[in-house]
């Protein structure tokens, strides 16, 4: 049992800090790892139980734990954050996600509803592309162009991409980080885990969420425009959203202050 908690613990090369009992357990998006919280988590520390990881084939998790078939599908990555939530016997934690990884932990909130007391969500999508009724910012000949191009030069498409992603051209050195995240990523489990998340549609799994839920919405975001946040929140029952004066898809890193207000605002409610 202790070799199988360490392993998992290893997978994701999780890190574990602060001095509260409560745990807050941070998840990021696509091509990043945990060093995207890095501006978030000093705000919590003193107050929380801090769980950070980085996806399989991210950061410094075990690529050799990567199988295609198991993430062929979100539900593989949110195995894997319910694998963590075991290994360190968590109990009503704060969930927080960014971007593809909010549907993640609303995939693990569905699952084991006693593990995760509320969800952030940050920049979340349940659907990319547009369908009748439905906004999701891109057509399916959009996702197309974007997986082929990503398929075919992926450094050239996160060179291209991550700037665009970021959305702060007033401050180019975040648009190089995430260009060298992406570029850090294992280019073949980036492929995939692209395909996966570009790919995916959990509308039909908002409406079953009964978590507590805080929804963070950019005012101007390409990868989750307005209606997307809105649609959200329409969808889940007794949500809350919050409209960032932020702009681009990582105001964790672009708007960190802003984004921990909002962030504390919610987590301290009763």
Sequence with gaps: MLNRQMDVLK????????????????????????????????????EYKLVLFDHVGAGKSDT?????MKYETLEGYADDILEICHALDLQQAIFVGHSVSAMIGLLAALKEPDRFEKLVMIGPSPCYINSEGYTGGFSRADIEELLESLDSNYLGWSAAMAPVI?????????????????????????????????????????????????????SEDVIAPMEVG?????????????VLRATGHCPNLSAPEETIAAMRSFIEKD
Excluded at 31 to 43: K, L, S, V
């Design 11 to 46: 997978r994701n090369n999780v890190q574990v800090s602060g001095t509260g009992k409560q745990a807050m357990v941070f998840a990021h998006g696509f091509g990043c790892d945990q060093n995207m919280w890095r501006f978030i988590t000093p705000a919590f520390k003193n």
């Design 64 to 68: 050799t734990a990567y199988s295609k």
């Design 166 to 218: 970021m959305g702060n051209p007033d401050k180019p050195e975040l648009g190089e980080e995430l260009t060298n995240s992406f570029c850090q990523t294992n280019p073949e489990i980036a492929k995939h885990f692209a395909h996966t998340t570009f790919l995916s549609d959990n509308r039909a799994d908002l409406k079953k969420l009964k978590t507590k839920t805080l929804i963070l919405q950019c």
């Design 230 to 242: 809105e649609y959200v929140h329409r969808n889940i029952t007794g949500s809350e959203l919050k």
